[in-house]
């Protein structure tokens, strides 16, 4: 319940540069999730707020306190770990009591901490019980126990759904939605799963390489992605990127030829392009339909009922995947012409860097 | 193709048939070489010693004489004594190796540098030879060349030459020492493998929580490595109840009976006096003990697993 700012937080081992110069400014009462490849640095951020690893340059400041010196337990926070780490010896209520023990509080005063939390959780009628004879989400749910009990300004979840299967991977993603808005709490939540990612967060951090991709909401990363890295790491399936070359630019916005395509005009600021450049343009699989436009030969056909991701391949030899209506009638082995909305594409230059886009949708927040 | 593999797991039975043979005479085709080799090592000399007991036998007379023995040495106040001492020995042994293996253990399990050096080092006790062992030790404890007595003198705490082993007091804590140094290297590196496999987690978490170094030691890595602890502790006793060679090396069971264990009596009646039926009785009554004792051991070990989540 407290707004969080990292300042040029580094973190190296050796030579090896894991963070490199994180600025962040969470607010109250935010849910901020962390999300990127494996080893782009996250869980390393993360143990760093909670203090469990130091950062080699930088400030954790916490409601105002730089804590970036102080122990774990006095930066007013508390942490979910991907294992749980719950004590396999002790009850599920002296689990969650494990904290208030620490502290040495009155037992009446343990009783009801433990009692609010088991029932907040609907734990209460497993509390006897020992967490080997819990369910993978009942056992989350003792670990998240036994951090409300602290009561702590910001809560850390460090890939909390990662051991579930994907059935009770989505029911916890409500779960832990609620529980944010019951606890308005500031939570700062890890994973690799950019499904969890888009439906949890009010903003998302995503991480490459030890440093901020981007931060924005969910539409923002999905309608404005700063880089070609958010570009394709949000958004399932993947966005396509499709070589092209500048026509030509006006105040409308880039002529391009996609190689083994068609020609569009696209509505974004045209920047630097110059007319012979090479760029890409990014078209989410979803924003493809049946109609005139770039022709493809179908390699693989998935029908999930209410849509059918179409996977092909251009005469360029380029991938392409659509995301066509459940029922479109497609059938591996045919060649099949997409049409896409100019106003949905997006165009990166030879950097990676995107050229803002004209006619995207506007964003609420 | 999948008909085949079929078939050929399900074979050993349909041999057995081909062969003449019912399931149960191949299964115990299967099992005689270990059933005979046991037969051989273990239940012969067993029921040997049992029948030994029920005699007066020495090395050349031998005659039946029924429950004698057994009424001899129950009725002896002798017999009541070394069974105290062995069980004392026993007990004071065991305590000092789970307590010095354990803080051994958390040491070495500490993240300092040069601890692979350590580890190494703790080894020599328990991989030198006991005999080896026992004779740097007998050196040790000797009154006038010893290095013990030697510095206890230049530190003032001894008037003039102590022979350790010379004394019923001072010899028994002298060999439960010489003891205590051998078994406690082993002791020390189960638990040390325990401690490591504790998820580290379990610490962090603690630590976020704001528990220290001791209250994490205390209810983490103790109840953690409990099943450990107690296995070793039933171990490590059986072991130590047997002990023979560390008392026989250092005293022979001396001075005056003063570390005569049950074993050690044992052996002196059979193969010292040459009273083999009467040392055989001692030998059933160490067997009697130590099964009890197991059996008490074995149930204790169950309930602790289950209490601490160990299937």
């Given at each position: 319940m407290a707004p969080l700012q990292l300042q040029t937080v580094t973190k190296s081992f050796g030579a090896a540069q894991v963070l490199i110069g994180i600025d962040l400014a969470i607010h109250d009462k935010e849910f901020v999730v962390f999300v990127g490849p494996s080893g782009c640095g996250k869980s390393t951020l993360l143990r760093i707020i909670a203090g469990l690893d130091e950062a080699t340059s930088g400030q954790i400041i916490i409601d105002g306190t730089d804590v970036s010196r102080l122990a774990p337990v006095d930066r007013g926070i508390s942490m979910v770990f991907q294992s749980y780490a719950l004590y396999p010896h002790l009850s599920v209520y002296e689990n969650i009591a494990f904290p208030l023990r620490v502290q040495r509080l009155p037992e009446a005063e343990v009783k009801a901490k433990v009692a609010r939390a088991a029932d907040i959780l609907q734990l209460t009628d497993k509390l006897p019980l020992k967490p080997g004879q819990l369910s993978?989400?009942?056992?989350?749910?003792?670990?998240?126990?036994?951090?409300?009990?602290?009561?702590?300004?910001?809560?850390?979840?460090?890939?909390?759904?990662?051991?579930?299967?994907?059935?009770?991977?989505?029911?916890?993603?409500?779960?832990?939605?609620?529980?944010?808005?019951?606890?308005?709490?500031t939570m700062i939540y890890v994973t690799h799963d950019q499904v969890e990612a888009m439906t949890m967060a009010h903003r998302i951090v995503v991480l490459n390489a030890g440093h901020v991709e981007q931060f924005g909401t969910p539409m923002e990363l999905y309608h404005h992605p700063a880089t070609r890295f958010v570009a394709t790491f949000i958004g399932q399936p993947n966005m396509n990127l499709v070589p092209a070359t500048v026509l030509g630019t006006d105040a409308g916005g880039l002529a391009v030829e996609l190689d083994g395509g068609p020609r569009l005009v696209l509505p974004v600021e045209p920047g630097a392009a110059r007319s012979g450049d090479r760029v890409e343009v990014g078209i989410r699989p979803e924003h493809a339909t049946l109609g005139d436009g770039i022709a493809m030969k179908v390699r693989v056909l998935e029908r999930l009922g209410g849509v059918a991701i179409t996977y092909g391949i251009m005469s360029s030899g380029q991938r392409f995947c659509a995301a066509l209506h459940g029922d479109a009638a497609v059938a591996e082995g045919d060649t099949i012409s997409v049409g896409v909305n100019p106003a949905d594409c997006h165009v990166f230059g030879a950097s990676g860097a995107v050229l803002r886009r004209l006619k995207a949708p506007v964003l609420a927040a | 193709m999948s008909d085949q593999m079929v078939s050929d797991t399900a074979s050993a039975p349909a041999v057995a048939r081909r062969r003449g043979l019912s399931e149960t005479w191949f299964a115990w085709l299967l099992i005689a070489p270990a059933v005979l080799f046991t037969a051989v090592i273990v239940a012969w000399p067993l029921l040997e010693t049992v029948r030994l007991s029920f005699t007066d036998a020495t090395i050349n007379s031998e005659s039946w004489v029924g429950l004698a023995n057994y009424h001899e040495l129950l009725g002896s106040a002798k017999f009541y004594v070394v069974v105290g001492r062995t069980f004392f020995w026993m007990a004071l042994s065991v305590s000092l190796k789970l307590v010095v293996g354990l803080i051994g253990a958390s040491l070495l399990a500490a993240a300092v540098p040069g601890r692979a050096l350590f580890r190494a080092l703790i080894m020599p006790p328990w991989v030198i030879p006991i005999a080896i062992g026992c004779i740097g030790w007998l050196w040790l404890y000797n009154g006038q060349f010893g290095f013990i007595s030697g510095m206890g003198q230049r530190l003032g705490l001894l008037d003039g030459p102590f022979e350790f082993l010379a004394y019923k007091r001072s010899a028994f804590y002298s060999a439960i020492v010489t003891d205590v140094w051998v078994g406690t290297p082993m002791v020390s590196l189960f638990f040390l493998a325990a401690m490591q496999g504790v998820n580290r987690d379990l610490y962090e978490a603690a630590w976020v929580d704001g528990a220290g170094r001791w209250y994490r030691f205390r209810r983490i890595t103790i109840p953690q490595i409990m099943p450990t602890i107690i296995s070793m502790a039933l171990l490590s006793a059986i072991w130590t109840f047997n002990s023979f060679d560390i008392i026989y090396i250092l005293t022979q069971g001396g001075p005056r009976g003063g570390t005569t264990t049950m074993i050690i009596d044992a052996y002196k009646t059979a193969f010292g006096n040459y009273n083999l039926g009467e040392g055989a009785t001692r030998a059933v009554a160490i067997v009697v003990l130590l099964g009890l004792f197991s059996l008490a051991y074995l149930n204790i070990l169950n309930r602790v697993n289950r209490h601490y989540g160990v299937k």
């Amino acid at each position: 319940m407290a707004p969080l700012q990292l300042q040029t937080v580094t973190k190296s081992f050796g030579a090896a540069q894991v963070l490199i110069g994180i600025d962040l400014a969470i607010h109250d009462k935010e849910f901020v999730v962390f999300v990127g490849p494996s080893g782009c640095g996250k869980s390393t951020l993360l143990r760093i707020i909670a203090g469990l690893d130091e950062a080699t340059s930088g400030q954790i400041i916490i409601d105002g306190t730089d804590v970036s010196r102080l122990a774990p337990v006095d930066r007013g926070i508390s942490m979910v770990f991907q294992s749980y780490a719950l004590y396999p010896h002790l009850s599920v209520y002296e689990n969650i009591a494990f904290p208030l023990r620490v502290q040495r509080l009155p037992e009446a005063e343990v009783k009801a901490k433990v009692a609010r939390a088991a029932d907040i959780l609907q734990l209460t009628d497993k509390l006897p019980l020992k967490p080997g004879q819990l369910s993978g989400g009942q056992r989350q749910r003792v670990a998240i126990g036994r951090s409300i009990v602290r009561n702590p300004k910001v809560f850390l979840f460090d890939e909390p759904l990662s051991n579930l299967d994907a059935a009770l991977r989505g029911d916890m993603r409500v779960e832990l939605s609620g529980l944010h808005r019951d606890l308005s709490a500031t939570m700062i939540y890890v994973t690799h799963d950019q499904v969890e990612a888009m439906t949890m967060a009010h903003r998302i951090v995503v991480l490459n390489a030890g440093h901020v991709e981007q931060f924005g909401t969910p539409m923002e990363l999905y309608h404005h992605p700063a880089t070609r890295f958010v570009a394709t790491f949000i958004g399932q399936p993947n966005m396509n990127l499709v070589p092209a070359t500048v026509l030509g630019t006006d105040a409308g916005g880039l002529a391009v030829e996609l190689d083994g395509g068609p020609r569009l005009v696209l509505p974004v600021e045209p920047g630097a392009a110059r007319s012979g450049d090479r760029v890409e343009v990014g078209i989410r699989p979803e924003h493809a339909t049946l109609g005139d436009g770039i022709a493809m030969k179908v390699r693989v056909l998935e029908r999930l009922g209410g849509v059918a991701i179409t996977y092909g391949i251009m005469s360029s030899g380029q991938r392409f995947c659509a995301a066509l209506h459940g029922d479109a009638a497609v059938a591996e082995g045919d060649t099949i012409s997409v049409g896409v909305n100019p106003a949905d594409c997006h165009v990166f230059g030879a950097s990676g860097a995107v050229l803002r886009r004209l006619k995207a949708p506007v964003l609420a927040a | 193709m999948s008909d085949q593999m079929v078939s050929d797991t399900a074979s050993a039975p349909a041999v057995a048939r081909r062969r003449g043979l019912s399931e149960t005479w191949f299964a115990w085709l299967l099992i005689a070489p270990a059933v005979l080799f046991t037969a051989v090592i273990v239940a012969w000399p067993l029921l040997e010693t049992v029948r030994l007991s029920f005699t007066d036998a020495t090395i050349n007379s031998e005659s039946w004489v029924g429950l004698a023995n057994y009424h001899e040495l129950l009725g002896s106040a002798k017999f009541y004594v070394v069974v105290g001492r062995t069980f004392f020995w026993m007990a004071l042994s065991v305590s000092l190796k789970l307590v010095v293996g354990l803080i051994g253990a958390s040491l070495l399990a500490a993240a300092v540098p040069g601890r692979a050096l350590f580890r190494a080092l703790i080894m020599p006790p328990w991989v030198i030879p006991i005999a080896i062992g026992c004779i740097g030790w007998l050196w040790l404890y000797n009154g006038q060349f010893g290095f013990i007595s030697g510095m206890g003198q230049r530190l003032g705490l001894l008037d003039g030459p102590f022979e350790f082993l010379a004394y019923k007091r001072s010899a028994f804590y002298s060999a439960i020492v010489t003891d205590v140094w051998v078994g406690t290297p082993m002791v020390s590196l189960f638990f040390l493998a325990a401690m490591q496999g504790v998820n580290r987690d379990l610490y962090e978490a603690a630590w976020v929580d704001g528990a220290g170094r001791w209250y994490r030691f205390r209810r983490i890595t103790i109840p953690q490595i409990m099943p450990t602890i107690i296995s070793m502790a039933l171990l490590s006793a059986i072991w130590t109840f047997n002990s023979f060679d560390i008392i026989y090396i250092l005293t022979q069971g001396g001075p005056r009976g003063g570390t005569t264990t049950m074993i050690i009596d044992a052996y002196k009646t059979a193969f010292g006096n040459y009273n083999l039926g009467e040392g055989a009785t001692r030998a059933v009554a160490i067997v009697v003990l130590l099964g009890l004792f197991s059996l008490a051991y074995l149930n204790i070990l169950n309930r602790v697993n289950r209490h601490y989540g160990v299937k």
